[in-house]
């Protein structure tokens, strides 16, 4: 197989887009990627000042260096959670997350849950019974109030996050198959809201198998470990199911991600307003929410006696 | 396992439903159930005239004699597509058909491809050179031309097709694969609309599986071949992936198919007036058609100059 670019040895071969490349031009060829993607949706422009949310993985340290190379004004966001798993999963995804920072000069802010509110993202599902033993409500729910807080706080513009092809077109199954009204919401761009920063994915038509190996061509230390409340999820075990059809047909993931988008752009939905409920701000953090009150991560926090709230 | 009903030895036991039955207590549900639905989504009155397409197998044989069990007034539709495919296909399904009938005497009316028009369903697709060497665009057109025809022609009020939950989450997996705009049109009820006879599909909400068992404790001699054409195409794979889905947790497949019934009616995508095309009338057979002039069916007729046409 030979780079459609130089003719060379080539390291990915992408049937999916009938494309094989080198690793000096596959390197080039995922931030030329997400730049289209950036323009394509109007995401952000080179004057405004975007916060990354990183975790330490493959897809958001990628998504921070993509964007520092391409010269957006790009800072990270790390949020420590506090989960071991026995592989000390967050002890290690910080000090990698740090370690990127610093060998590139980089602004890094850092939240640590249990620093700033008193309590990890397991003890705080533990102490409000939520989620049957697995800590992932609590942790979606307390990473989207941090983002949104630091975000608001510090005065980003943008908030990127590293969501790829996978995981998008995982959560679109999802809601697909409940028929949820949150499909009105899947988008590559969120407009800025009710004090919220816009919300962009730009990885979000770069398969996952893509991003692994740009970390791994481009010598990213990232995170090789899973979190290890992931395990037995049903977003692993929607991609499994999204695999078997990119299997049989390269190229199916992205088509329905994409004729999704289109679908959506051409009118197929409802106007999203006309059913998603209007917003109210919550009292102690500012945040909007969508019933009158606390939000639902103060209410938690209130629940746990927080030191903050 | 015991009968949910008279505490006798359960023989169907549904974990979708968290319902074991005996056998005669499982011939009385079925009817129940079809009658549900039948009033739900308004699909007929005893009043009115129904055409059952049948084929000869397991859902459109069970359908005619649960309608008839019903006190329905519902008259079958056999159509001779002119398989072979070494196992006699069509003149096995015709003879079940044609006895199904006569035993309970039944009005049966017949169409034959190549009696009336000249050519069976793989000649017209050899002819024609659509479908790349499968017949089952063309059979598709075909019979549904020759359904709304004989229950236009013969004064039908409703055609009633034998279709079940499994081919009903098929397609509506297949169309939302590709976000298409079909997906508007998906309804367990195709209200009567320019010339053409109401369509329902009163079976839409009872598995596969359930109908295998009606059709087997019930005695009813079906034809236990799938159409040899069938053999690996797309909706057979669709049904595999979502009898996964429905393994790993019972009820995934109605809750899918419900759930877009219902998100559907709470107003989720734009009306479909909106979406879909005017319709025409076909000069060649008067029914209505999406582009002026021929229809698809005629267009195909005048190619291979049929003795009809």
């Given at each position: 197989?030979?780079?459609r670019?130089?003719?060379?040895?080539a390291?990915?071969?992408?049937?999916?887009?009938?494309?094989?490349?080198?690793?000096?031009?596959?390197?080039?060829?995922?931030p030329?990627?997400?730049?289209?993607?950036?323009?394509?949706?109007?995401?952000?422009?080179?004057?405004?000042?975007?916060?990354?949310?990183?975790?330490?993985?493959?897809?958001?340290?990628?998504?921070?260096?993509?964007?520092?190379?391409?010269?957006?004004?790009?800072?990270?966001?790390?949020?420590?959670?506090?989960?071991?798993?026995?592989?000390?999963?967050?002890t290690?995804?910080?000090?990698?997350?740090?370690?990127?920072?610093?060998?590139?000069?980089?602004?890094?802010?850092?939240?640590?849950?249990?620093?700033?509110?008193?309590?990890?993202?397991?003890?705080?599902?533990?102490?409000?019974?939520?989620?049957?033993?697995?800590?992932?409500?609590?942790?979606?729910?307390?990473?989207?109030?941090?983002?949104?807080?630091?975000?608001?706080?510090?005065?980003?513009?943008?908030?990127?996050?590293?969501?790829?092809?996978?995981?998008?077109?995982?959560?679109?199954?999802?809601?697909?198959?409940s028929?949820?009204?949150?499909?009105?919401?899947?988008?590559?761009?969120?407009?800025?809201?009710?004090?919220?920063a816009?919300?962009?994915?730009?990885?979000?038509?770069?398969?996952?198998?893509?991003?692994?190996?740009?970390?791994?061509?481009?010598?990213?230390?990232?995170?090789?470990e899973?979190?290890?409340f992931?395990?037995?999820?049903?977003?692993?075990?929607?991609?499994?199911?999204?695999?078997?059809?990119?299997?049989?047909?390269?190229?199916?993931?992205?088509?329905?991600?994409?004729?999704?988008?289109?679908?959506?752009?051409?009118?197929?939905?409802?106007?999203k307003?006309?059913?998603?409920?209007?917003?109210?701000?919550?009292?102690?953090?500012?945040?909007?929410?969508?019933?009158?009150?606390?939000?639902?991560?103060?209410?938690?926090?209130?629940?746990?006696?927080?030191?903050?709230?």
């Amino acid at each position: 197989m030979k780079c459609r670019k130089c003719g060379g040895k080539a390291t990915v071969n992408m049937r999916q887009h009938k494309l094989a490349l080198c690793s000096q031009h596959y390197l080039e060829w995922v931030p030329e990627q997400t730049e289209r993607f950036i323009k394509k949706y109007e995401m952000f422009s080179k004057n405004e000042k975007i916060l990354v949310a990183v975790s330490g993985g493959k897809d958001s340290l990628s998504l921070w260096d993509i964007l520092c190379r391409l010269g957006y004004q790009a800072d990270g966001l790390y949020i420590g959670l506090g989960i071991d798993g026995g592989i000390g999963y967050s002890t290690e995804s910080h000090r990698l997350t740090q370690q990127f920072a610093s060998e590139r000069g980089l602004t890094l802010h850092i939240v640590d849950m249990e620093r700033d509110y008193g309590h990890s993202i397991p003890a705080l599902a533990q102490a409000t019974h939520r989620g049957k033993g697995k800590p992932c409500a609590v942790c979606g729910l307390s990473k989207r109030h941090e983002m949104n807080r630091i975000a608001r706080d510090m005065g980003y513009d943008v908030l990127a996050t590293g969501h790829n092809l996978d995981d998008e077109a995982a959560v679109l199954f999802s809601n697909t198959l409940s028929w949820s009204d949150y499909l009105l919401r899947q988008e590559p761009v969120l407009p800025s809201s009710d004090g919220l920063a816009r919300k962009v994915k730009p990885l979000c038509r770069l398969y996952e198998k893509e991003m692994t190996a740009y970390a791994l061509l481009r010598g990213i230390k990232y995170i090789y470990e899973e979190c290890p409340f992931a395990e037995g999820s049903t977003t692993i075990y929607y991609k499994e199911l999204l695999n078997q059809l990119e299997n049989q047909r390269p190229g199916a993931k992205l088509s329905f991600y994409l004729k999704f988008l289109d679908a959506k752009q051409n009118g197929l939905f409802s106007p999203k307003d006309q059913l998603l409920s209007n917003l109210h701000t919550c009292p102690g953090c500012g945040q909007p929410t969508s019933a009158p009150g606390l939000c639902s991560f103060c209410r938690m926090m209130e629940k746990v006696g927080s030191p903050e709230i």
